[in-house]
């Protein structure tokens, strides 16, 4: 848990734009530096909900019927705490999604000529004023999708796990 | 609260050692920094005299101990591309960045906090809609996209913002409010519902019942209480800042450090780079810090849990 603390204040963009320039820019280093940062709040979410559900009474008859430890782990509790990880998982989605499109905006993210809607907007820049929409559309796109990701996160939180409602 | 002080201070030196070490290893694996130093027509002898004295012939462990000291004592080497110390480039770009920071956050506190109120006191009519939908936009936008659409609408078509920088403090506004609009939009959803929870509690009733205007209920009683997961959220807000910024900077030409490492990833500038990661995250571990214990001097429920 205290390493789960010491990384998650640690900005992804840095970690991130370092890899980039020590390794050269990829994919795999976007997806480094994400599950980098990003691990810690999994972990916390999981540990909360795994200390609440093992004390419920179906685990206590589990382990009366003399389920072994991860039986009890993986049939009875797991399933409990699925839910907790879904509702943060598509929310965080959408944050890694505009981290990676201001990466490739910068150069720093996908590498050209891999298509990719940070880069496209980039590439936009330079015709703003003769030809907007080459800038803005791919920008619409990132927009659309992101908005798509949290409203589906705000929707399952509500439904799945509403004590979940701070994050 | 010492115990509770002296926990955050470990910790955050701790953090500050994981990052130096990844900062230390990455440096580390952008191959033998004596080739760069070098050049192709150096002989062995040359080598051997170079890499005695960078201390290259040593173990890892006192490797990374020089780099720390050096660091410490303010040493993080020359820019490959302008020569230039790392340490001096870095305080040219570090107030412009800090500016723009600041009125960044500002305008952000100064408009989430009235919009926040503003949903909650009208739960459930168009108002609450009204706010929700724009910060649920808000946090969607990427930011660079956002300079780019007001650049063009305000600076370029109508003409009533700089969008360069040099017009005075005109040129803050149109980049701390791209920068802006993400905290302003969650900080408003998150004041909103702490805020509804707090006058749902008995001593609300009770000021009401008092007969204390509305204004003084909210603003004075509930406010305060509402408030600390907005200030919780703080310190990872100012990392979002410090992220956003630096896409932001480029995209308005404004001279901090995030157009810093900007032209330092084309150049492939690595003591540059290695340099702002190593402060910026310094600074963000020192900001989550102050942050922390703040918090627990605010709210005795963190404090003796």
Known sequence: MRLADLTSAYPIFLLAILLAVVVGPSATNVAAAAVFT?????VRVVRGDVLSVRERDFVAMAKAAGCSHSRIMVRHILPNVVNGILVLASLQMG???LVEASLSFLGAGIPLPAPAW????????DYTTTAWWVAAMPGLAIMATVLSLNILGDWLRDKLDPKLRSL | MLRLFLGRVTEATAALFLLSAVVFAAS??????????????ATREDYARLNHALGLDRTLGIQYGIFLLN?????????????????????QHLLASAILAAAAIGLTWLAGIPFGVWAAQHRGTPVDASVKLPSLLGQSMPSFWVGLLLIEVFAVKLGWLPSGTNQGALNVILPAFT???????????LLRSSLLEVLD???????????????????????????FPVVSFAGLYFVNVM??????????????????????ILARDFPVVQGVVLVAGAIAIAVNFVVDVLYAYLDPRVRYA
């Open chain 2, 243 to 264: 992220t956003l910024s630096m896409v932001v900077e480029v995209v308005f030409a404004w001279p901090g450090l995030g157009q810093l490492t900007f032209n330092a």
């Open chain 2, 201 to 227: 509690s008995e001593f609300v009733t009770v000021a009401r019942a008092k007969g204390m205007p509305e204004v003084t209920v909210i603003w004075k009683h509930a406010l305060k209480n509402a408030m």
């Open chain 1, 95 to 97: 944050w890694v999604i």
């Open chain 1, 38 to 42: 990003l691990w810690a709040r999994f």
């Open chain 2, 71 to 91: 660091a410490l004592r303010g040493d993080l080497g020359t820019s490959f591309r302008s020569g230039e110390s790392v340490v001096a480039v870095l305080s």
């Open chain 2, 28 to 41: 580390r694996l952008t191959g033998n920094p004596l080739d760069l130093l070098l050049g192709p027509g």
């Open chain 1, 118 to 125: 940070g880069s496209m907007v980039a590439e936009g820049r």
């Open chain 2, 179 to 189: 920068l802006a609009l993400f905290g302003i939009a969650g900080i408003a959803r």
